[in-house]
Nanobody, 126 residues
C-alpha cells in the first residue's frame, strides 16, 4: 500500500555533495522509521542512516558520520540524505526504506524494513 520513490542521485567530484530525496505515496508515512542503505554490485545491502518518525533520533554508520545527514519532512512525506565530503568509496546505489513499526528507535537491520525505494546511483570521481 506504500511506495517510495527516490531522486537526487548523480555524478560528483570527490569532496563535493549530493542530496538524495525519497517521497512516499500510498497513505502511511509519518509513523515510519526511515532509513538509507547502500549496495554495490555483488555486495550486501549496508546500513547508512536511520531516523525515527518524529525526527528526534538519528543514527549513522561510522564511515559516514559527520559527512552525511538524514532528515525528514512528514508534511511533505519525504526523507532526505545530505551527503557531503564525498569520496570515491561512496560510489554505489543508495536505497531509502520504511519500517512500518513506527519505532521509537533507529533501525539498522535491513531485514526489519518493510518497503524500499527503487535505488539512486551516486558516483564520486577523484
Amino acid at each position: 500500500q506504500v511506495r517510495l520513490v527516490e531522486s537526487g542521485g548523480g555524478l560528483v567530484q570527490a569532496g563535493g555533495s549530493l542530496r538524495l530525496a525519497c517521497t512516499a505515496s500510498g497513505l502511511v508515512f509519518s509513523t515510519f522509521t526511515m532509513g538509507w542503505f547502500r549496495q554495490a554490485p555483488g555486495k550486501e545491502r549496508d546500513f547508512v542512516a536511520s531516523i525515527t518518525w518524529g525526527g528526534t533520533n538519528t543514527g549513522y554508520e561510522d564511515s559516514v558520520k559527520g559527512r552525511f545527514t538524514i532528515a525528514r519532512d512528514n508534511a511533505k512525506a519525504a526523507v532526505y540524505l545530505q551527503m557531503n565530503s564525498l569520496e570515491p568509496e561512496d560510489t554505489t546505489v543508495y536505497y531509502c526504506a520504511g519500517d512500518f513499526g513506527g519505532r521509537g528507535r533507529t533501525v539498522v537491520d535491513a531485514d526489519e524494513y518493510d518497503v524500499w525505494g527503487q535505488g539512486a546511483q551516486g558516483t564520486v570521481y577523484a
